[in-house]
């Protein structure tokens, strides 16, 4: 399966910059029917050698068929990500793909701060925060470069533009998991 969803992120990202590509999309989803199933799937694109982030985009709800929704945000991930320039055809040959496929998010009851930090699982836990109309999200692979609960907790509040200390303010927390393919 790995190769597939990838497979599709990549000729998504091909057809958007206009380039040739030769995937199989009737094949595709004869052989992996769930890629027909409604799906949530953010995509990652990373410059090697160094895996520097160059574009993510994604959907937290499953409102579409999962191959429409891997290509659709592999190609905003490659052109509209208000964080980059849109990706170009020389740097195509640099860079690596990862689709993260998302669970249903589910808000998690909480009393404070430390109750909060004892029902989280690092490394595992993707998490949405909501507060006053605004939102942000980290996938579990964020943990890697933010380990530390109150680092991970300080950047997704200033991610959100609420302010580096917005759980104390009790903002809605959901969290979800995620099935990852990467490109090898």
Sequence with gaps: MNDIIIALAKAAILVALNQPEEFD????LKTYPILNENGAAFVTINTEPNEQLRGCIGS????????????????????????????????????????SIL??????????????????V?????????????HATYLPQV????????????????????G?????QHPEISTYTVTKYKEK
């Design 25 to 28: 999309l009737e094949h595709a």
């Design 143 to 162: 943990w890697e470069q933010l380990p530390k609960f109150d680092d991970f907790f300080s950047s997704l509040c200033m991610k959100a533009n609420l």
């Design 164 to 168: 580096n200390d917005c759980l104390s």
């Design 122 to 134: 690092p490394f595992q836990d993707g998490i949405v925060l909501k507060l006053n109309g605004r």
């Design 60 to 99: 937290l709800q499953a409102y579409r068929p999962l191959y429409k929704d891997i290509i659709s945000n592999a190609q905003a991930a490659a052109l509209r990500d208000p964080r980059f320039l849109p990706l170009t055809l020389e740097e195509l040959q640099h860079i690596k793909i990862e689709v």
């Design 103 to 120: 669970s249903e998010p589910e808000i998690l009851a909480y009393a404070d701060i430390e109750d909060l930090r004892s029902k989280i």
